[in-house]
């Protein structure tokens, strides 16, 4: 017979040593256990819900009036001061409290006249930057927000003056406040709703081409107040 190889049988024995080892049951059942840890908390880790949600993206509708000045006993202007509106905004919280974020609005309203003959069908969009403070109230089952910012406002009335069609169109720059408060439906999912002001002027307005520098009365506001409700998506 050939000898046996020293260095396979030495292979071998090395190779089943864990067969051997009195040990080994007490080993496995460890290891089992420390993956089974491992998991559950991987697991934990995925649906456990952050201290904070850092992403918030609102959609509101709601109603708005217009405050700048109007003619006494002119149903035209009071007409064109009201009516519904619209507004969208995403914000990034860099902490639990304080946030960055940017916002539009749009506020839609007609109204017309006889003397002179006009006919307007208004739109005015706000788009703008802003800075934002919330602070969980009511045992945490709310968020109380309020911002300041600043940005863009646009004006566009498509409408008739004395069946002549014609589009004014202007703009300015524009400063924002809000302050709401969101409750809490569901984990992620808020319903809100927010008070904001807008503020802003046209000083120069265009129409068909043709630009009109506006002074003194006849300068236009833009300032408005809206009251809106909506639902509020956190992550």
Known sequence: MRPENSKTSYLYKELNVWSK????PMIKKYLLLTIALVYCCLSHAQIFEPDYSKLRLAVSGGYAYRLGKKPDNASYFRDISRGPVF?????????????????YSLFSTAASM???SLISNIKINYTGASYRFRQPVLNEKAEWLCGIGAG???YRDQGWINSIEGTIKG???????????DIKISRGL?????????SGSLSRVTRNGAT????????????RVEGLAGLRYNF
């Open 21 to 24: 080892d009195p040990l080994q």
């Open 87 to 103: 507004n969208a905004g995403l914000i990034y919280f860099l902490s639990r409290k304080h946030g960055v974020g940017i916002d």
């Open 114 to 116: 006889t003397s002179p």
């Open 152 to 154: 863009y406002i646009g």
């Open 171 to 181: 703009g300015s720059v524009a400063s924002f406040m809000t302050t709401g408060i």
């Open 190 to 198: 808020s319903a809100g709703i927010d008070v904001n002001l807008y």
């Open 212 to 223: 009109t520098q506006l002074e003194g009365n006849n300068i236009e506001s833009l300032t």
